[in-house]
């Protein structure tokens, strides 16, 4: 099993949708979680911290699931603008070094 | 204003050559990072140095090298050792304060030709 999973997608939805992505990881001792979204050939950039049961910051929720061990992105009235590679990134734990274990990621093309 | 930088944003090697990947932080971040990023593929981690003279290998950091005598500096070296380099690479930067969220330069988009 892969240390983070995703469904590479892509999802397409029309404007104004709303849509779910989700995440497994194989590590039951993470903690913390994350959310980057990336555009097309640019850097991720942090969209959401998940430290405890979710997050939610406007038309953005993340939910966390620690027993199925998965984490989920809900975005609601999807805009154009919103078309972009999602990342799930989970923080490595137990491995005595601090570093991020990245999805390969989801896509949403979102359609006018 | 605070941020990443890398440079150059292209760069183009010939088979055999060595280069360099620069990547400079103003946010005073002690540990600092290099991914690597295939097409369709998550990012992977070469190099990482959580303080200054100090790095460790990620998990591909064979054909690879770095130094870190500056807190501000982390620059790559791809060597000739690298078997398939042509990819983007990233640089990233965070505390060491407990918070893990990593924040990313803009990428140098390296092709061998």
């Known amino acids: 099993r892969k240390e983070v999973e995703q469904d590479p997608g892509p999802f397409n939805v029309p404007e104004g949708a709303t849509v779910a992505f989700n995440c497994t990881y194989s590590?039951?001792?993470?903690?913390?979680f994350f959310w980057y979204r990336q555009d097309c050939r640019k850097e991720p950039k942090l969209l959401m911290s998940?430290?405890?049961s979710g997050n939610e910051d406007g038309r953005f929720t993340a939910q966390l699931n620690r027993a199925s061990q998965y984490i989920s992105l809900l975005i609601r009235d999807s805009k154009l603008s919103d078309s972009a590679t999602y990342l799930c990134?989970?923080?490595?734990?137990?491995?005595?070094?601090?570093?991020?274990?990245f999805g390969s990621g989801t896509r949403l093309q979102v359609q006018p | 204003d605070g941020g990443i930088t890398q440079s150059p944003k292209y760069l183009f090697r010939k088979e055999g050559q060595n280069v360099t990947l620069s990547c400079e932080q103003n946010?005073?971040?002690?540990?600092m990072y290099w991914y690597r990023q295939d097409p369709g593929q998550g990012l992977r981690l070469i190099y990482y140095s959580q303080i200054v003279n100090d790095f460790q290998k990620g998990d591909i950091a064979e054909g690879y090298s770095v130094s870190r005598e500056k807190k501000e500096s982390f620059p790559l070296t791809v060597t000739s050792a690298q078997k398939n380099p042509t990819a983007f690479y990233l640089c990233a930067s965070s505390t060491n304060q407990g918070i893990d969220e990593q924040f990313f330069g803009p990428g140098t988009r390296l092709t061998v030709l």
């Open positions: 946010l005073n971040h002690d540990a």
């Open positions: 590590n039951s001792a993470s903690q913390s």
């Open positions: 990134v989970v923080p490595e734990r137990n491995t005595g070094r601090r570093a991020l274990t």
């Open positions: 998940v430290y405890s």
